[in-house]
């Protein structure tokens, strides 16, 4: 699916779409998605081992536009460059920002800034910018209607201002509807949930998918 105002693709961190509630509210084991491989994992234990913490690579599959590699291959380009880690007890660390958007710029050819202190209003200047934005919110906005749980430790794709100019749209790995996958926030909900960091990548050219 491509979203047809920011002519970027809407993709989810698990392999099917479809079951993402499932996994994210329902406890469904990922490793029964049905889809697995075509997460480039090699293994159905790997893919629901990691599947979770993969919502940046979805992003930057999505900021790459069509046909870009599969989320593990994405991933294992981060891990050559550090942008993931794992501690002594095999804890995934991650994603790491300077790495990851090191790993970008040489890799992949785009240009990836890393924003540790970003604003609401900066957001919106990166987007007039011509630039895309993943940032860092709560998982829970995907309820956006519900209290904010907190701020923090997931990736979205911001990608344009909401046709009034007042808000944001973006697309939520995690997203477990298609309006929640490519959702549109007033700025001050979307606040709620954000952390106040990120990193920003280029539009896709004129020509683009």
Known sequence: MTCPACRTPVHTQFASPGLVQAIVEGGLDPAEDPRWPDSGAASPAEYARWAGHLCGMACLRMALGTGAPSQFALRDG???????TEDADGVIKGLVYAPFARYVSEVHGLDAVVHRHLSPAGILDLLDEGRRVMTSVHFGIRHPDQPAPGRGGHLVLLTSRTADGAGVHFHNPSGTTATTRAADLPLSVFERFFAGRG???P?????GA
């Open 199 to 201: 990193v920003s990548l």
């Open 78 to 84: 981060a891990l050559r460059y550090d942008a993931y």
């Open 203 to 207: 539009g896709l050219p004129a020509t």
